[in-house]
């Protein structure tokens, strides 16, 4: 019951720069009460020493509303990221300094449209309004999936990146989104074949040496599952949330549910899940049909305590949109399945506190 009292309270509690609560989070580590003193632990991967006593203060203040509690004892416990070299850390925070928020798009299979989402998820959040500046938000699309990279097909970008300098390339526009993509350095018929450590080094020069200059959001399309590129990510970056998409049925659901784990172990916030291909909609009858099941994407945020952001449905115009370079979002705003994923990417730039 002691435990329980305190969760409840902590529900009250917003994790810094964000709209979501430290237990939706899944930060909280240990919570109870020894006579009247609250006990809580809380663990968090962020390089801004500010963020820990600026939560431990909200904390405190939450508890002591409650007449059960006299005392606390609040111990925020920082998980550093795990660093290869100085001269390589001090890059990636150069080069990501002006990044305001990095959100990974994740799945736990292969076959879910990540990639799709990821683009139209950046596409959706392009055309929103920063209210401090009026002007739209700034985005960039960093695709991590080394060995199938399919976001310049989707979002339409070509050509090869222009090199700034030593060691230093600007990322290529498409819409309106900075994109970097191992599709626009290697020719399309090259396979990638490369073992682990260079998968490593390649994600680490996207962070390196790429001018990403200012940006609101970077949105990271994540290969399918919890290798090389997602622990490389965790390593580099410091992630702000996690985007997970499943399809409705239950081999997806699972292998998504065990695949988001790793982003609990490695302390990135879980922002919620997206179900994509959840119906097919008959535009005359407005009947749904559902293909593949039917509440696979609730029960995943269910199981991992998290959000459900909302159901994209299947459409032709969403995979012809993919072959052709030309978004959904962009190409045709008003479609049900636009406005679906543009109300999702409203739900996530409100979390992030932009």
């Known amino acids: ?32 009460i020894e006579n009247d003193t609250a006990l809580v632990k809380i663990e968090i991967n962020s390089a801004d020493p500010k963020l820990p006593l600026k939560l431990k203060e909200d904390i405190e203040k939450t508890l002591l509303t409650s007449d059960s509690i006299n005392k606390t004892d609040v111990l925020i416990a920082v998980k550093k990221q795990v660093k290869n070299n100085n001269s390589a850390d001090e890059e990636t925070s150069n080069m990501l300094s002006g990044v305001k928020k990095i959100v990974a798009v ?126 490389s990510l965790a390593q580099t970056m410091p992630i702000d ?37 959840s119906f097919l909609l008959n535009e005359e009858t407005q009947e749904k049909s559902y293909l593949f099941g039917q509440g696979g994407g609730p029960a995943t945020a269910h199981a991992l305590s998290t959000a459900f952001l909302g159901e994209v449905p299947l459409h032709e115009e969403i995979r012809m949109g993919g072959d052709h370079g030309i978004p959904i979002i962009t190409s045709n705003p008003e479609h049900y399945a636009s406005k679906a994923i543009s109300q999702i990417a409203v739900e996530i730039v409100d979390m992030l506190g932009n």
Do not use: H
Not at 200 to 228: H, R, S
């Open 241 to 277: 949330g996690t985007v997970i998409i499943t399809t409705p049925q239950k081999a997806a659901v699972d292998v998504a549910r065990r695949g988001a784990r790793m982003f609990e172990k490695v302390n990135i916030p879980i922002l919620g899940v997206i179900e994509n291909m």
């Open 1 to 32: 019951m002691s435990e329980q009292l305190i969760i409840e309270l902590l529900k009250n509690v917003n994790y810094p720069g964000f709209s979501r609560d430290i237990v939706s989070f899944g930060l909280v580590q240990e919570a109870r």
């Open 106 to 231: 994740a799945s736990g299979k292969g076959g879910v449209g990540k990639s799709t989402l990821a683009v139209n998820l950046a596409c959706a959040a392009e055309k929103l309004i920063d209210p401090e500046s009026g002007s739209r938000l700034k985005i960039g699309l960093m695709d991590c999936d080394v060995y199938g990279p399919s976001v310049p097909l989707l979002i339409g970008a070509s050509g090869q990146p222009q090199a700034l300098g030593e060691n230093l390339i600007a990322p290529v526009e498409s819409y309106g989104i900075k994109v970097m993509s191992m599709g626009l350095l290697v020719d399309e018929e090259t396979p990638v074949v490369w073992r682990g450590p260079m998968v490593m080094k390649t994600i680490q020069q996207f962070a390196n040496n790429v001018e990403w200059a200012d940006l609101d959001i970077l949105f990271i399309d994540l290969p399918p599952g919890t290798g090389d590129a997602q622990l």
